[in-house]
């Protein structure tokens, strides 16, 4: 698996970094073209690959993703020394930096930006966890009488100790990513940041006066926001080092320049101004929990469905340990576990339809998807392996998320938090970060109005999906919409209440597709994406389709000669690929059947000239809607195949697929052969004729 993925990101060569969250490989490539995320998906265990700004790339792995991970960097090891170099941290063998890509953008920017804060605290993500289970489980051991709480007790500060040193060491831990991200020795940012708390935990306090220059003493355990800053300056002033300075003494004085210049700065310069950020981000966000509570316990989990899957909500997470560093206490979490459970209920839902109609597959995948949520807080699973897939049941999750804050805001301001120091805040506080599991529910502050808010988002997100179900039916008429032909002319695709026609004439001319489609056909169909004659896969000239390995299909012969052509949706669903030369795309519907349209043969090679793709991946397109316009002067005067293949790639995962070569109710095979260069099946008055719209193949799941 790991090979398959280096090979189709282009090679160890192309790669330049490798990391990885709770269920993604998140990857840095020299050239992003080079790239084939259809290819990618294809591959087993695979849940979706996507791209982002600046050459960065997402493949969602799942709870794998350690494994997964370690293999990939193992088929990296063995690559020849320069793409290992490469792919390790964009250092050639020497040890100098290699040429970044900087991004071209205000958007790759911001995207380099997140990228950058998600990298430097995502690595702790299992320490952080294993730390507030500890936390959390000392607490429900004090809930229900299995040890005493308070400072004097030995055994209690043994292990809060387990959470407070993970707490206080964590600027370090963040610097020394922070680095590493950065193409510097990562254990150079961690030592400068231990240098900045060494006085403080010594128990220096006030400032000290050295050289002549007053050096302030501050306090910066759980502080990220100082770490990330100084992690960019020591990239600056270290990479200018290695440009001007020898390569022969460049190990003893590029590091010692570099810990002595930004140590300084950092304690006169970027420390002061981390922590003045960070303190105006929690007082900010303290502001808006105490004025508009409402607004803030209702916003905060319904972002959070959007910022997780682009892997934006590690800066929110950030902002949390500043909290509980700055103001002794955060108000985030009870909100942002509103969101977890109601991503939950979502999937025990899909269980319980699961469960009811004998999906082993969706089963499984719930099953553990919900184990994985409940007990551990991690909500991608459900995400990735069943939400996204499925779009409906955003309605419902975000309907749960609506119903958990609005109880959290009520009950939160009507039996407030009552903080150590006797300050009152009107709504749910803790004072450890914790992942949001049943596990860690006594670590908040009145935590029966927590349980209370969680318990509500998750019955009704589960309540609503059971009721509505997840999947939209697809109905082989009525789903689709009025599309457009070949030419460019709106016409009305088949309706529910379309005449039916049985037959082509008697006397062999092509039935016409504008007068109706059988309805005897299954409830799952797929329909013509442009007007044309329907051809066999063995007919067209490429053996990758005649073979099937893409899955069993039909491909279109469009007519018409002029002009650009509208190829439109076959089926409704979620678009789940697009080449990058635009040629080809992939539809999943939410009963997953996946369906590729790939618009002539060896068009690839276009590099994209003469395709333009109206929309992008990751949208929701209705069967019949256009989806790309392409130059039929261009592909033809290329010296290649017009022909629109369209296949169920996954027809082995179904109860049957049949194309429709005939017309409905005729059982007599066509003889349309194979027409190459652009020229149109039309003329053979064998070939059944279609239009956008009319079924083409039948799916029996």
Known sequence: MAMRIVEALGGPGNILEVTHCATRLRIVLADERKADFARIEAIDGVLGAFSRPGGRCQIVIGGAVASVYEAVMAVLASADASAADTSAGGTSATGTPEHRHWPKSARAWAGAALDYVSDAFRPLLGALLGASMVIALANVMVAFGGMPSGDATQGWNLLKAIWEGMFMLLPVMVACNASRKLNVDPWLGGAIMAALMAPRLAGVTGGVTAFGVALPIRDYSGNLIVPLLMAVALALVYHGLARVIASSVQLVFAPFLSLVTVYLLTVLLIGPFGVWIGDGLSAGTAWLDAHVPFLFALLIPMMYPFLVPLGLHWPLNALMLVNIQTLGYDFVQGPMGVWNFACFGATAGVLVLAVRDRDSAMRQTALSALLAGLLGGVSELSLYGIHLQHRRIYRWLLAGCAAGGVSSAVLGSLFPSVLPDGQTVHGVTTTAFAFSSLLTIPVFDRAWVYASSIAIAFVVAMTLV????????????????????????????????????????????????????????????????????????????????????????????????????????????????????????????????????????????????????????????????????????????????????????????????????????????????????????????????????????????
Request: some cysteine; aromatic content about 2%; charged content about 20%.
């Open 466 to 701: 059971v009721m509505f179900d997840y999947r939209t039916p697809m109905n082989a008429v009525s789903s689709v919409k009025p599309g457009r032909s070949a030419d460019g002319a709106v016409h009305d695709a088949a309706l529910p209440d379309a005449p039916i026609s049985d037959a082509e004439p008697s006397d062999g001319t092509p039935a016409d597709a504008g007068a109706g489609v059988s309805k005897a056909q299954s409830s799952h169909a797929v329909f013509a994406p442009v007007d044309g004659a329907l051809v066999g896969l063995d007919t067209i000239g490429d053996p990758v389709f005649a073979s099937k390995a893409l899955g069993e299909g039909i491909g279109v012969m469009p007519s018409g000669s002029d002009g650009m052509m509208t190829v439109c949706a076959p089926v409704a669903g979620m678009l789940k690929t697009v080449a990058r030369t635009g040629h080809a795309f992939g539809i999943k519907t939410d009963d997953n059947v996946e369906v590729l349209v790939h618009v002539g043969l060896d068009t690839a090679d276009m590099d994209g000239e003469g395709f333009v793709l109206q929309v992008g991946k990751g949208d929701a397109v209705q069967a019949g809607e256009p989806v790309m316009q392409v130059d039929r002067h261009a592909v033809v005067g290329s010296g290649r195949s017009m022909v629109v293949v369209v296949t169920v790639v996954n027809s082995a995962a179904m109860e049957s697929v049949t194309p429709l070569l005939t017309a409905p109710g005729n059982g007599t095979p066509l003889g349309a052969g194979n027409r190459n260069q652009g020229e149109s099946d039309v003329s053979d008055r064998q070939a059944r004729v279609v239009r956008v719209g009319d079924p083409i193949i039948d799916v029996e799941r």
